[in-house]
């Protein structure tokens, strides 16, 4: 679980190499998932509502650094979906109710965006565990 910070003035230092793909939701696209890709750990800075101090620097890793991403995405004014492995948009219900259902979905969705990102698929596979190389 990730403890609630209110974070006046937000913005990314620096993204790590390093990316991680997950399922990402938003109460802005009710009942949707997608698969997204993000750096796995960002160095932040934001206020507090406290005032008068100097900013919070802090590094975020795996799911508060996802959230943070996702939640300063929405002061730009973008949803996941325009960040999401397109194959990957399913109904939250078919997710949940079909295991075998969203594990086909991954592997076609990873396969997909590797192929985008011009990187061979290996031999052993794909799952969603997989970290994507870099981007340029």
Not at 81 to 96: G, N, R
């Amino acid at each position: 679980s990730v403890a609630p910070i209110i974070a006046i003035n937000p913005k990314v230092l620096r993204r790590s190499k390093d990316r991680t793909v997950e399922w990402e939701s938003c109460l802005s696209v009710p009942d949707h998932s997608g698969l997204v890709e993000r750096p796995e750990r960002v160095e932040v800075e934001y206020q507090t509502a406290v005032g008068n101090q100097e900013p919070i620097r802090q590094v975020l890793k795996g799911d508060a650094a996802r959230i943070f991403q996702h939640e300063l995405d929405h002061l730009d004014g973008i949803l996941y979906t325009s960040k999401m492995i397109p194959e990957s948009f399913s109904h939250v219900s078919a997710l949940t109710r079909d295991a075998d259902y969203r594990e086909a979905l991954e592997q076609r969705a990873i396969r997909a965006e590797r192929r985008r990102q011009g990187i061979p698929e290996d031999d052993e596979g794909l799952n969603i565990d997989i970290q994507l190389p870099a981007r340029g």
